[in-house]
């Protein structure tokens, strides 16, 4: 079993930045695939970004080119960097890890960190 603890998340102004971290109870190198996923009130948990373990990533088109999701195995890691955050960009922020060689990890859930971008 892994457990995955976010943090990073809190209020900031439209444009500022914010970086989740995930950290896993166990080495990544037994993870192949990380993710966060958000979901917004009312709405369903889609995926933001992930990455597997040779670095492969998937980003949603909402956030290319603001967010940016890295991993470091040395401390069983995994972060997204949030550049110019918008309004519509609030949400709970899922972190999420699988066994399996997939760019939509979905084996292990975190409990969930709130971001929330104000205009």
């Known amino acids: 079993q892994v457990q995955l603890v976010e943090s990073g998340g809190g209020l900031v102004q439209a444009g500022g930045s914010l970086r989740l971290s995930c950290a896993a109870s166990?080495?990544?190198?037994?993870?192949?695939?990380m993710g966060w996923y958000r979901q917004a009130p009312g709405k369903q948990r889609d995926l933001v970004a992930s990455?597997?373990?040779?670095?492969?990533?998937y980003y949603a088109e909402s956030v290319k080119g603001r967010f940016t999701i890295s991993r470091d195995n040395a401390k069983n890691t995994v972060y997204l960097q949030m550049n110019n955050l918008k309004p519509e960009d609030t949400a709970v922020y899922y972190c999420?890890?699988?066994?399996?060689?997939?760019?939509?990890?979905?084996?292990?859930w975190g409990q969930g960190t709130q971001v929330t971008v104000s205009s």
């Open positions: 166990r080495t990544l190198s037994s993870i192949n695939a």
């Open positions: 999420a890890a699988d066994r399996g060689h997939t760019l939509t990890p979905r084996d292990y």
């Open positions: 990455i597997t373990e040779s670095g492969s990533t």
